[in-house]
């Protein structure tokens, strides 16, 4: 049987990354605690319908930043950057791509505040991302807005396989690493897998191959082979 030629290019592809952030470039879950910390009361109950199948990732989020405040964003924006504590090896991995011409963009479903400040916090400022962009109303309540055509998803917050496919587009493979439920349907387009935390079991559930890491040394080492 004859193999499309576009299959057999595939392996010479250069490569590019894409990085989920929390709970993957930062070791834990900021968008959480910045809802837990700073949302009006009411959240939980959105949670509660998350977690049995009700609302989806992007009404989830919807109802969350809705409940957040105006005036409390420097209040969170400080908290995020003093417990955003950045996962060993992503400063190696981020030069790495540097010399090496490799693109690498942070696809997060978490707001833009927050993301923003910890990644500038931590000298991360100049990686390319995409993530919500969160607004105000009149009177002080968020806002979730979809920024750069993020908005045909349905399921997410922001849509990480539209991530992908843009570097397929323009050429690369791509290569996704994270560690949750924003992840879940991105594993079934990216071509290299790596992933920690919840997602290994996701990909596991699902049959997906995938290499499990625990630092970024050994992200890099999947790179550099
Ligand atoms: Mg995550």
């Known amino acids: 049987m004859k193999v499309?030629?576009?299959f057999s290019v595939y392996e010479h592809l250069p490569l590019a990354i894409l990085v989920d952030f929390d709970g993957t470039i930062t070791t834990r879950d900021i968008g959480d605690q910045i809802v837990i910390n700073f949302a009006e009361p009411g959240w939980e109950k959105a949670m509660d319908r998350f977690r049995v199948g009700e609302l989806n990732v992007r009404e989830l989020w919807a109802i969350e930043i809705g409940m957040l405040r105006e005036e409390r964003e420097p209040a969170a924006i400080a908290r995020a950057i003093e417990i955003g504590l950045i996962r060993?090896?992503?400063?190696?991995?981020?030069?790495h791509c540097h010399s090496n011409n490799i693109p690498m963009e942070v696809a997060s479903s978490g707001m833009h505040f927050y993301v923003d400040a910890i990644l500038d916090a931590?000298?991360?400022g100049e990686l390319p991302r995409a993530r919500p962009e969160v607004t105000y109303t009149p009177d002080g309540f968020g806002l979730l807005g979809m920024p750069e055509g993020l908005r045909d998803c349905g399921m997410t917050a922001m849509c990480k396989c539209d991530r992908a496919w843009r570097l397929r587009r323009r050429g690369y493979r791509v290569m996704f690493v994270g560690d949750g439920v924003s992840d879940e349907c991105?594993?079934?387009?990216a071509d290299i897998v790596l992933a920690t935390s919840?997602?290994?079991e996701v990909c596991?559930?699902?049959g997906i191959a995938h290499t499990p890491f625990e630092t970024f040394h050994e992200v890099l080492r999947v790179v550099k082979s």
């Open 198 to 200: 919840n997602l290994r």
């Open 4 to 6: 499309h030629p576009e």
């Open 88 to 95: 060993e090896g992503f400063g190696d991995l981020v030069s």
């Open 186 to 189: 991105v594993v079934s387009q």
């Open 204 to 206: 596991e559930a699902k």
């Open 122 to 124: 931590n000298g991360f």
